[in-house]
């Protein structure tokens, strides 16, 4: 077999002029996975002039590219662990695993492609090549989108209505002509071909949703749902006013927040002071989607965001400032607006829910050791050290900032827990009275928080997703660990059996 090829191939980003046909191109090795395809057709796609045109620069593989998604043609090589394919197989996929990652950098328009078996399918018999070229990444797409929808009705211009019936719409609209946003008709799904999402959302019905196949991420379907499951109360009282109910927007955002999914949710005591009332006077407005602590996947970003992007995993507290004013909609629910300065990259040994438990109560742990001058040498005691801020409190003073003696309180059963957290001294509250002691601190942290008297410092934390950067080190190290209730996680539908728990003031860490 001949060791060149003729391909179409460009060496810098532009105009289709940058686009050179050459004879001289190397046929690709294939890997253990891959095939070698000799191309019959090959389809073009939008993706393929915006790459070329540089929008996905930053994570496509380097020049020269010979570019090309779609392929049509006939297997004649295969790699060691190919299973399901032979030499002479009619074949057809994209070639493309993710269209924005690393495109391949050897395409299809050439004369032959390496491909991984499980990219392709045996092509239908009753299709030619170039019928089957035509499918892949298009019939994907939107597959993938409809499966996660549920379903759908088609605008075109006037020259395409006819084709439109063809393929079967019942309502075929000219774009021409009518504006589809203001006809009275409301559907289940609306899938967004164009990128005009902000109009798709006008015909959607109640708990329907839109698909989009946005300009940024062509082949990926990012679904936004525009009611969503969330938790909410429309009075304060006890748990009993919670109600989970399936109807709630899904919160716009401010050009300097993200959209994020929610994948894990924590709860901490202000959650529950706050539905009691006690912030009344600084709440936001009735019906409140309560929570805090998130951990979940960034799927949409405000104009003004700039250091985070979709598809990143994230954890933060939601709310700057807890005390005034918290977000009317908070995280118990599928997606929550959050400003980007609160957020954090998630630590890649951490999972969701163990990120979720760090937020407000390591972000207090820290900033109470700070605005006590806490430093290398010095000792500390802390009340309530089996806690979820005592527990970060133990950890930070002893590992992050380097104390002299950490000691700390809690009941009999948890002094074991103290230890293995790092504590010197483990005094067991319901035997000795730490006030009694003969030991004294440079700093006591009080985290029982309903006890103290002047003087002390006492603060309500200024929520900050740098503090959670500043401490990736340690949480990636494992030097620092969330400590999580063995009763937890709670399933999202036991959300009031999540705060009893917590409201009995016996819960071990988060
Ligand atoms: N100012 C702020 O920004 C801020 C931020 C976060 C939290 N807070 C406040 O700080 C307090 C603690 O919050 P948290 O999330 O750490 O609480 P938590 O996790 O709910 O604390 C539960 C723990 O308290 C322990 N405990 C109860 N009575 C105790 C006592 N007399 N001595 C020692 N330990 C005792 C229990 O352990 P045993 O079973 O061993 O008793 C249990 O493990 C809350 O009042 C919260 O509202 C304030």
Known sequence: MTKTMKAWKHDEYGGVDTLKLVTDAAVPEITDDQVLVRV??????????????????????PLPIIPGYDVAGVVVKIGSQVKGLKEGDEVYGDVNEKALEGPKQFGTL??????????????????????????????????????????????????????????????????????????????????????????AVKVVNGS????????????QVLKLKITMKAWKYDEYGSVDVMK????????????????????????????????????????????????????????????????????????????ATGA????????????????ERLLALKPKNLDFVQAA??????????????????????????????????????????????????????????????????????????????EDLPDKYDVVYDAIADSVQPPHISFFLTSDGSILTKLSPYLESGKVKPLLDPKTPFPFDKVIEAYTYLESHRATGK
């Not at 492609?113 to 797409?141: H, S």
């Not at 009735?286 to 995993?313: C, H, N, R, T, Y």
């Not at 005034?324 to 400003?339: D, I, M, N, R």
């Not at 760090?358 to 001058?373: K, M, Q, V």
Request: net charge negative.
């Open 40 to 61: 019959v057709a090959a389809a073009l796609n939008p993706v393929d002039f915006k790459r070329r045109l540089g929008y996905f620069k930053a994570t496509d593989s």
């Open 110 to 199: 050439a004369e032959y492609i390496a491909v991984e078996e499980r990219l392709l399918a045996l092509k239908p018999k009753n299709l030619d090549f170039v019928q089957a070229a035509a499918l892949p990444l298009a019939i994907e797409t939107a597959y993938e989108g409809l499966e996660r929808a549920g379903f759908c009705e088609a605008t075109s211009s006037t020259g395409k209505l006819e084709l439109l019936k063809s393929l079967g719409v019942d309502l075929a609209i000219d774009y021409t002509k009518e504006n589809f946003e203001e006809l009275p008709d409301k559907y289940d799904v609306v899938y967004d071909a164009v990128g005009q999402v902000e109009k």
């Open 208 to 219: 329907g949703c839109v698909v989009s196949i946005t300009a940024a991420i062509p082949s």
């Open 244 to 319: 989970f109910v399936t109807d709630v927007a899904v919160p716009e955002i401010n050009d300097d927040q993200v959209l994020v999914k929610v994948v894990a949710a924590a709860l901490n005591p202000i959650d529950f002071k706050r539905r009691h009332g006690f912030l009344k006077a600084s709440d936001s407005p009735f019906p409140i989607v309560p929570g805090f602590d998130i951990a979940g996947v960034v799927v949409k970003v405000g104009s003004q965001v700039k250091g985070l992007k979709e598809g990143d995993e994230v954890y933060g507290d939601v709310n």
């Open 324 to 339: 005034s004013g918290p977000k009317q909609f908070g995280t118990l629910a599928e997606y929550t607006a959050v400003e």
């Open 357 to 434: 438990a760090l937020p407000l109560a390591i972000e207090t742990a820290y900033e109470g050791l700070e605005r006590a001058g806490f430093c290398e040498g010095k000792s500390i005691l802390v009340l309530n050290g089996a806690g979820g801020v005592g527990s970060f409190v133990i950890q930070l003073a002893k590992h992050v900032y380097g104390a002299s003696k950490v000691a700390a309180t809690s009941s009999t059963g948890k002094i074991e827990l103290l230890k293995s957290l790092g504590v010197d001294v483990a005094i067991d509250y319901t035997k000795d009275n730490f």
